[in-house]
């Protein structure tokens, strides 16, 4: 008989929607440019959008990951010791994936629909894709049951991974205690996540500990004078919510049309950005260019004054 | 099934619900662009490494032009509560109507927008029309 556990999300999803309320009646009081109607509606249609594309692949899924489960190393028993284990592996796939989602132009034709309001509220957690089976983001999951984690497991675990991160979409909390931040994925980590910043740019790519990022060296603290500006690093601009699904997806269909035979895969396998003209910036090259910039600056800053008169800010 | 239909009508409810919230609270304000020295705050968070030298403004602060020392044109434009930017080169369409400046970035889902700027639109036209490819 086969294994199943409640949707966590299901009880989850009442508690979504008074936050969010909650959230919207703080952002009148304080800050009403922190929410956009339009940009809500396209979150929440985004995540609506989601579910129903999830339904749909739910059962392909499924049988895939009970075919890894058929070929595990060991079986791990619904021990309490494994759920816990499961949890913490399950976030480090997530962060294989998360990770992947922003290196990998293909994965990030699926995952660029999160990132793409230029607002960070709790209404932009549930922006989430419509494509994430066409980029094959479950694949990350599977060497769990290969080990011999059940997939019921697997995918209860996943999803208390995706309430935890709901919460996390907001500028109504600043800092929590250093105790807390340091393990914990927090809004400031996910804040800096979310940023359009070159300093921050495809960093913290945690789901619940922020531990991978410190251990992988992909950690950027939020820093209090370089506020975060949220979006992507071209914005999108539109409130068309098709061509908030799948503007990525025609970017690479354009790319692989135009592109030379020899540089085609590229535009697939390479970083967002990337180009095989270097006429576009990928987030390592903005990065760079901004370091220069700062090191440019710090250098000036500390020489004499008819230096700085005659030094030129480094361009291009 | 029937359980399935029931979350999918009250997740569509929800939505509707939480979108007429924010309406209804007139969330997100009605931005403009204020001054020069707004719009080139907005240009530099937009493009990090843009220094704008030049910079003009429509008159009701719905969009901006900006110019820097390479040359380089930006486009400012608002986007429900916040600013979009377009660096410019010679595939945008740009019409000049006497005072007002037509300029279509060919972004899809975005709308040609129309700047009224004044005295200075014949300028801006013309220099569009020296951007590089």
Redesign the interface.
């Known amino acids: 008989m086969m294994t199943t556990f409640p949707n966590p999300i299901?009880f989850a999803?009442p508690a979504f929607?008074l936050l969010?309320?909650l959230e919207?009646?703080w952002?009148?009081r304080c800050a009403?440019?922190?929410?956009?109607?339009?940009?809500?509606?396209i979150s929440?249609?985004m995540?609506?959008g989601s579910?129903?594309a999830g339904?749909i692949v739910a059962g392909g899924v499924y049988a895939m990951a009970v075919a890894a489960y058929d070929f595990r190393l060991t079986t791990i028993p619904f021990a309490w010791w494994a759920w816990g284990l499961c949890f913490v592996l399950d976030d480090l796939a997530y962060y294989a994936f998360h990770r992947s989602a922003h290196r990998v132009r293909w994965f990030w034709a699926s995952h660029v629909n999160h990132h793409s309001s230029?607002?960070y509220n709790l209404?932009t957690a549930l922006r989430q894709t419509w494509t994430g089976f066409i980029a094959v983001s479950f694949i990350f999951r599977l060497p769990l049951m290969l080990i011999g984690f059940h997939p019921a497991m697997v995918f209860f675990c996943g999803a208390i991974n995706l309430i935890y991160q709901f919460w996390i979409h907001t500028e109504v909390v600043d800092r929590f205690p250093r105790w807390f931040e340091a393990v914990m994925n927090t809004p400031s980590h996910h804040r800096v996540h979310h940023a359009t910043?070159?300093r921050y740019l495809d960093r913290n790519y945690a789901g619940v500990f922020i531990i991978w990022d410190r251990m992988f060296g992909t950690f950027t603290p939020e820093v209090a004078d370089d506020p975060v500006?949220y979006?992507l690093v071209r914005?999108?601009?539109?409130?068309?919510l098709i061509?908030?699904a799948f503007?990525e997806w025609?970017g690479i269909a354009r790319d692989l049309w135009s592109a030379p035979w020899r540089h085609k895969l590229g535009y697939i396998w390479k970083q967002p950005g990337w180009s095989h003209d270097n006429s576009r910036d990928t987030s390592d090259h903005?990065r760079q260019?901004?370091q220069d910039?700062q090191a440019w600056k710090t250098s000036t800053s500390s020489s004499s004054g008819a230096a700085q008169e005659a030094a030129q800010?480094p361009?291009? | 099934m029937l359980a399935?239909l029931i979350?999918?009508g009250v997740?569509?409810g929800?939505?509707l619900a939480?979108?007429g919230?924010?309406?209804m609270?007139?969330?997100?304000?009605d931005?403009r662009i204020r001054d020069s020295r707004h719009a080139r705050d907005i240009a530099q968070?937009?493009v990090?490494?843009f220094?704008p030298v030049d910079v003009v403004l429509d008159r009701a602060g719905m969009g901006a032009l900006l110019r820097d020392?390479?040359g380089r044109q930006l486009l400012i434009?608002r986007?429900?509560?916040?600013f979009?930017?377009?660096m410019l080169d010679r595939s945008v369409d740009a019409r000049l109507d006497q005072n007002f400046l037509i300029l279509d970035t060919h972004?899809?889902?975005?709308r040609p927008i129309t700047l009224n700027l004044g005295e200075d639109a014949p300028v801006w036209a013309s220099a569009l029309r020296r951007l590089p490819s």
Request: charged share 20%; net charge neutral.
């Open positions: 299901d999803v929607v969010i309320v919207m009646i952002a009148k009403p440019e922190k929410y956009e109607p339009k940009d809500t509606l929440l249609s995540g609506f579910t129903v339904l230029q607002h209404s910043n070159p500006r979006g914005q999108i601009g539109s409130f068309n061509w908030v503007h025609a903005i260019r901004w910039k800010p361009v291009g | 399935e979350k999918f997740s569509l929800s939505i939480l979108a919230f924010a309406w609270l007139k969330l997100g304000g931005m968070e937009q990090f490494d220094i020392i390479e434009s986007h429900g509560a916040a979009v930017g377009r972004d899809m889902g975005v």
